[in-house]
């Protein structure tokens, strides 16, 4: 059985139907290309400037080729069922062109290899190229109780207080623009890298998971003095706060999963959603599939009164929900909706 893989630009995706192991991403000066693990697809979004590429080539086989949208392809790698030690030399391949073409750089990575982990720095060493030079102080370094240190920025100020967490191979920068549009609204945001993304590092345990980040960055955010908070995820990050609203104590506000799948490296929304006991809403394009199907079923397995499903038209994912695409106002507004329903008297 025949395949295809395309890389497409930073408004598409093209989606296959499952391989062995997370295959890769590509970072490049203005894009994020990868083929990540989570929802079983190949994804090229566009977010913040990155420098470097990394290969997670796995050992196995791609089984299919499943659904493309968006027809403006950038490039595209024909191969087999199985694929061997060539076919992988050449998805890497077509892969690294595509970064060099787009001002991007290697660093060697080969196959079956891990990233490197990311250096242990202070927070005065970091820049993000997201952050204007005199907003650079304002990032700093916090703890998990897996022993990750993660780096976040606050914006705004007031009682009311929100977590953004970003989606795969992305980081803070994904959510900036929001979070400061939010906090001109009086909100106080906390946007961080999730452990081993970004200048975060990695914990160890069982308790080094994407959710333990979440639990950790609501006792930061209440400890710069925020009393209500509201978790706010797209993609992995949706799936990691729907979690994380059942570990947080006291309990948070509410919970906004953008495109969230119902699992994702051992974490397990959909079996956290029955055990919510506060507001959640889940966010999904009718054309993102897998994506929106879990949506729908998350929202049914919510047992909690005040929760809503918005199903937008379009294939947005995470939080280009929010900026492209006929319904981006209508999700803008609801999410804006929810947060002030749940956030009375904070600001």
């Known amino acids: 059985m025949g395949m295809n893989v395309r890389l497409l630009s930073s408004d598409g995706w093209a989606e296959v139907a499952s391989w062995d192991r997370h295959l890769g991403h590509a970072a490049a000066p203005g894009g994020w290309c990868w083929l990540q693990e989570d929802g079983m697809r190949a994804t090229c979004r566009r977010f ?19 659904r493309r949208r968006n027809q403006d392809a950038v490039t595209q790698v024909g191969m087999g069922e199985h694929m061997g030690r060539q076919a992988l030399a050449a998805l890497l391949l077509v892969v690294t062109l595509l970064v060099a073409a787009c001002g991007g750089s290697g660093d060697g990575s080969g196959a079956g290899q891990a990233p490197a982990a990311p250096a242990t720095t ?32 606050v914006v705004g100020s007031g009682r009311a207080g929100l977590i953004v967490g970003h989606e795969l191979g992305s980081d803070l920068c994904e959510w900036l623009p929001q979070a400061q549009a939010l ?17 975060s590092t990695t914990g160890s345990g069982p308790e080094a998971r994407l959710d333990t980040d979440v639990v950790a960055a609501a006792g930061q955010l209440r400890r710069r003095g925020a009393d209500q908070i509201i978790l706010i995820g797209s993609s992995m990050g949706g799936t990691a706060v729907l979690s994380a609203a059942t570990r947080i104590r006291p309990p948070v506000a509410g919970v906004v999963s953008l495109s969230g799948p119902a699992t994702f490296q051992g974490i397990d929304a959909a079996a956290a959603v029955p055990r ?3 507001p959640v809403l889940f966010v999904a394009a009718a054309d993102d599939p897998g994506y929106v199907d879990d949506a729908r079923a998350m929202y049914h397995q919510a047992k909690v009164a005040d929760k809503r ?25 609801a999410l804006g909706k929810f947060i002030a329903a749940h956030t009375r008297g904070s600001r």
Not at 51 to 64: F, I
Not at 315 to 324: C, D, E, V
Request: hydrophobic share 40%; proline share 1%; aromatic share 8%.
């Open 183 to 199: 906090a001109r609204q009086g909100y106080r945001v906390l946007a961080f890298d999730f452990e081993g993304y970004g200048d």
């Open 48 to 66: 913040c400037r990155c420098s470097s590429w990394r290969s997670l080539l796995g050992q196995g086989s791609l089984a299919r080729y499943g």
């Open 276 to 278: 919510l006991r506060v």
């Open 309 to 333: 499903l918005l199903v937008a038209s379009g294939n947005a994912h995470g939080t280009m929900l929010l900026t492209s695409g006929d319904d981006a106002a209508r999700v803008r507004a």
């Open 122 to 153: 202070t927070a005065g060493a970091i820049t993000k190229p997201c952050l204007q030079a005199a907003d650079q102080d304002k990032l700093f370094r916090f703890r998990t109780s897996a022993g990750a240190n993660l780096i976040g920025v």
